[in-house]
């Protein structure tokens, strides 16, 4: 195994086996503390589903195929079938660990970051499932349709569910949540890869967070079933090119990158869009992936290096560099945070593939600090 992709499995082992180990053993809400403000007090209804949803989606790329190196396989087969476990542990009502699926908003949210990581691990999570568990799964998801999204990105979360429910085989899939969530960000579309969050654009990083990358990955699950939804893909995948293009020419040459807007608690989750670029292969001409990985390692190295990141017992903290509860925004909690593991998707490909084994490369505001003279002409 190269250096650097140990260091990256490492770190997110680091970060998410607490969570998948803790709820694999039924033990996730007796032993995971819940950071958060002060004045707020519903968080129990809904961080552990955020711990477990989005620890799954960031590492489900890693957990679908086997690995090359025998070491490594031997942590990913553990870790897939603990997650098989976590979900179980999730789903089944009884459980100690049986999560929220139908009070408030916020599972909607949820539920939908464990459906894309499902979709994108779907022979090795969902598959090697139980019958019993796939039924109790099912009904769980089902439940968030009491569920009202916002006209915002919201509408993607109802969207994903959708789509896995049409993966999983459901007769009863609503095609309309899907269209209807796909339509609406083709009319906020503003350019440059950029989406508004519903009719308005706000300066955040939710165009990675989650905009972009379900674009994608919902046109992708319901490929071929309408041609208007094939063509919204098409353009999708253009945009999150495009979009990715920008988010490596926000990376510093210290690895430091801007800290824009809500939910900045979620670390370099803020890189999702330009990680799944680089799983998917649809990083645009002008940018390596060797220059990616360079770029979202020194990005991983700045983040890991602040004191304070995690407490004691190694869960995360509330913060951006070590800890800093002042930055989270009332509904950030400690599940919250977890969703910093949609950075490490390129774990996904094969450690011979061009995103590991290329040669060290500079990206583009490391260029362009180092005097390379075509580093902008060339972005």
Known sequence: MTDTRRKWLDAVLKIASLVIESCADGKLREVMPIYARPDVHDRAEYTYLEALGRTVCGIAPWLSHEAEDADEEVMRARYAELTR???????????????NFSRGGQPIVDAAFLCEGLLRAPDELYEKLDAETKRELLARLRETRSRKPYASNWLL????????????????????????????????????????????????WYNSYVINPMMVDVTRAVAGVYGDWDEIGRRALSRAARFASAQESMIAPDGTYPVLGRSSAYRFGAFHALAQSALLGYLPENISPASVRCALTAVLDRV????????????????????????????????????????????????????????????????????????????
Do not use: N
Not at 370 to 377: C, E, K, L, Q, V
């Open 85 to 99: 476990r976590a979900i179980k542990m999730a789903v089944t009502p009884g459980s100690p660990d049986f999560m």
């Open 157 to 204: 979360f109802s969207a994903m569910i959708e789509a896995f429910l049409r993966y999983a085989g459901a007769p009863d899939w609503d095609p309309m949540r899907i269209d209807y969530a796909l339509r609406q960000h083709e009319q906020w579309y503003l350019g440059d890869g950029f989406y508004g969050d519903g009719p308005e654009f706000h300066l955040d």
């Open 304 to 379: 890991m290096s602040c004191d304070g990141m995690f407490d004691g017992e190694g869960w995360l903290t509330i913060g951006v560099a070590g800890r800093q509860p002042e930055i989270g925004e009332g509904y950030i909690s400690t599940g919250s945070l977890y969703l910093c593991t949609f950075m490490f998707l390129p774990l996904g490909l094969p450690e011979s593939s061009d995103f590991w084994r290329l040669p060290d490369a500079k990206w583009t505001q490391k260029r362009i600090w180092d005097g390379d003279a075509d580093a902008a002409t060339r972005h």
